[in-house]
């Protein structure tokens, strides 16, 4: 009657609590190991353990030396072999030409049109005027001036060098006379529209400063 009792009203009868009372929990009985410092390993020996990889072949580049990189630097045979081809910086063609003396003109003519267009926005103003204006006045001038000579000096030095790796390309060598000719040659087109007279006057003052160029590379290179 009892039992009956106690599981409406949910109270354990003493029989049950004390068979729970016998049961033992299984991590009561769980004793670890104690620890040993001299098994214990080291970050070297775990990277060096048989399931790790071998840490230089985690990259392609790993373990290589830089001296045997070869597409690191231009190979002797790559480079162009036309007698007088040699310039300041190693050349493998009409290409490197073509990139390396446009770019260079370019940004010589901004920088020299950007300070005389500098100089130009001060000048234009009195001392007096208000700094507002001034700047105002410089950064008009030398957003003109700048682009201006920039743009035209890198359209020059294209067709000079495009020119000038052709005229080399058949003569089978590169001198005074190609650069003298692919600067006459690219002055005279860039002012092809302006007339004769203009014509030859830029194709004389672009044959002139390739004639300078030249003597200048013979002479310091």
């Known amino acids: 009657m009892s039992s009956i009792w106690d599981a409406f009203t949910g109270r354990k009868s003493p029989s049950s609590s004390s068979s729970s009372g016998n049961l033992k929990d299984p991590a009561d009985s769980f004793h670890p190991a104690p620890f040993d410092p001299s098994t214990a390993q080291d970050v070297s020996s775990f990277l060096s353990g048989p399931s790790l990889p071998d840490p230089s072949q985690l990259h392609p580049l790993a373990g290589l030396n830089q001296q045997t990189l070869d597409y690191l630097s231009l190979e002797d045979s790559a480079l162009s072999d036309l007698p007088g081809s040699r310039s300041v910086l190693p050349s493998r063609g009409w290409s490197d030409d ?30 007096s005027a208000p ?45 005074a006379a190609n650069s003298v000719l692919a600067g006459a040659l690219s002055g005279m087109l860039f002012k092809s529209t302006r007339g004769l007279r203009p014509m030859m006057i830029s194709g004389g003052l672009v044959a002139s400063a390739a ?11």
């Open 98 to 127: 073509l990139c390396y003396g446009t770019g260079v003109t370019y940004l010589t003519a901004l920088s020299l049109g950007g300070a005389w267009g500098l100089a130009e926005g001060l000048n234009r103003l009195p001392a």
């Open 131 to 175: 700094p507002k204006l001034r700047l105002n006045a410089v950064l008009n001038s030398v957003t003109r001036r700048g682009p201006f000579l920039g743009n035209s000096a890198g359209v020059i030095a294209l067709v000079y060098n495009g020119v000038n790796s052709t005229v080399g390309y058949f003569r089978g060598k590169h001198d």
């Open 211 to 221: 004639g300078a160029w030249t003597i200048a590379r013979k002479t310091l290179f």
